[in-house]
């Protein structure tokens, strides 16, 4: 039990665009979810927490205007990135989190990979 | 603030060497910790919590709340546990709710 998933699991867009990642818990009701972005070789950069039917709390020096995240149900999560620029190119993953007595694991999704052009 | 420390970017060892991935912790009360792995192209999953005092795939971990330390063992190191090793605790944060933090992770290399 306990999946997460994520779509797509990759994509390429064109700067200036926008492009929605969506994260999906598919046999539990997830509470919180997280977001993260990993670079290549490196750890997980926490991006944002968000909480079902609240507003996102940011990490600082995440800009909120530019990843967008919405958690409008128990079961899904979406990031936006706006007005993509190719710095923002990175693996984006997002992770969910449970209700007690297991609201301090994580499941993570597989990751999607962005590439910006 | 909560910190999660792992000196070693990159462990490297023999099959059937022992094995021992450090982490060490910063958080004011009582934490819960964590490992995860990430094997190549799968996706972060559990591997084992400090409350469950398991052992997975043979690896186990001790919390030393006086080291503030939670270092990941295994006695006879397998190909197979070539992977990245991240350490996580999930500490509460102001307004009640759990920040997990994590590691910048440790990369395993088992050699034939």
């Known amino acids: 039990g306990a999946v997460v998933s994520q779509h797509p699991s990759w994509v390429i867009c064109k700067s200036g665009t926008s492009v929605k990642i969506e994260c999906r818990s598919l046999?539990?009701?997830?509470?919180?979810m997280f977001w993260y972005r990993q670079f290549p070789k490196q750890s997980l950069m926490l991006m944002a927490t968000?909480?079902?039917?609240?507003?996102?709390?940011?990490e600082q020096g995440v800009e909120k205007d530019k990843f967008l995240i919405n958690h409008a149900s128990l079961t899904l999560s979406t990031l936006t990135v706006t007005s993509a620029h190719p710095e923002d190119s990175s693996f984006y993953i997002c992770?969910?989190?449970?209700?007690?007595?297991?609201?301090?694991?994580?499941?993570f999704g597989p990751g999607t990979r962005l590439t910006v052009t | 603030a909560q910190r999660v420390t792992q000196p070693e970017k990159l462990l490297s060892v023999f099959k059937g060497a022992p094995v021992e991935l450090k982490c060490n912790y910063s958080?004011?009360?009582?934490?819960?910790l964590f490992w995860y792995v990430q094997y190549s192209r799968q996706r972060l999953q559990l591997l084992l919590r400090?409350?469950s005092r398991e052992s997975i795939k043979g690896f186990t971990a001790d919390l030393n709340k006086g080291e503030t330390s939670f270092h990941l063992k295994k006695p006879f190191a397998q190909e197979e546990d070539s992977a990245m090793y991240y350490c996580?605790?999930?500490?509460?944060?102001?307004?009640?709710?759990?920040?997990?933090?994590f590691g910048r992770g440790t990369s395993l290399i088992v050699h034939p």
């Open positions: 400090h409350i």
């Open positions: 996580a605790l999930s500490g509460r944060v102001e307004g009640g709710s759990y920040i997990p933090t």
């Open positions: 958080y004011s009360g009582s934490p819960e």
């Open positions: 968000s909480n079902e039917g609240s507003k996102a709390t940011y």
């Open positions: 046999d539990f009701q997830a509470t919180t």
């Open positions: 992770s969910a989190r449970g209700r007690w007595p297991r609201d301090h694991e994580q499941y």
